[in-house]
């Protein structure tokens, strides 16, 4: 027997008077839709983006929407860069956009008319790789390579940032002339997660690379 409520309606009453109300709310907004006079089923127009993209001018028609993650990926078949999360929180999706690293899953892609964007495949080759890349594999960077793309990017792009002098999270220094110190290699790298912890071999890595830099 269903129990009665203050007001007199059993839980089953209440249950099912909720239920007819979803549904009647799911009707009216559907109707609502029928009665547009677009077809909202179709999406945005696409709209035209061009830019750079590991050196090659790119020229794409683009749903607005699209993540620039998405646009390199599933429109340029650039799949180097990895999509994690897809919310900005593991650093798998890090490209390089006119000098400076970004989580491209953060980014529309049409944000980026005019940019420079560089991925893991305009570092460096199979043949000819980029000096991180091979530190990361002489110093066993990786274990099972999803989150090094974006290693490898993030990597490159904070030894660039040491070098200009972006102020320290580490020291607090402002004054340019930032060391880089394994403390403020792997503070910088924090964005970028590794689930088979291979932190202790990437900053390995780095600081190879720093050291041939300096
Ligand atoms: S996929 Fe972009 S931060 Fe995780
Ligand atoms: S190497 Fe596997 S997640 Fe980093």
Redesign the pocket.
């Known amino acids: 027997m269903s129990a009665i409520g203050p007001d007199g309606m059993t839980r089953r009453g209440v249950l099912a008077t909720g239920a007819v109300t979803a549904a009647m709310t799911a009707t009216n907004a559907r109707a609502r839709v029928t009665g547009a006079k677009s077809d909202p089923a179709a999406g945005p127009t696409p709209m035209p983006l061009t830019f750079e993209v590991n050196g090659k001018l790119v020229e794409l028609s683009l749903d607005p929407r699209t993540t620039l993650l998405d646009a390199l990926r599933e429109h340029l078949r650039l799949t180097g860069t990895k999509k994690g999360c897809d919310h900005g929180q593991c650093g798998a999706c890090t490209v390089i956009v006119n000098g400076q690293r970004i989580n491209s899953c953060l980014s529309l892609a049409l944000m980026h008319e005019g940019d420079a964007v560089t991925t893991i495949e305009g570092l460096g080759t199979p043949d000819d790789l980029h000096p991180m890349q091979a530190a990361f594999v002489e110093h066993d960077g990786?274990?099972?390579?999803?989150?090094?793309p974006g290693?490898i990017c993030s990597a490159v792009s904070v030894l660039q940032e040491i070098a200009a002098g972006v102020p320290s999270h580490v020291t607090g220094d402002i004054t340019g002339k930032i060391a880089a110190t394994r403390a403020e290699m792997t503070e910088r790298m924090s964005g970028n997660?590794?689930?088979?912890g291979?932190y202790a071999n990437i900053a390995d890595a780095m600081t190879q690379i720093a050291e041939a830099q300096s």
Do not use: I, P, V
């Open positions: 990786f274990q099972c390579g999803y989150c090094t290693q997660l590794c689930r088979c291979a």
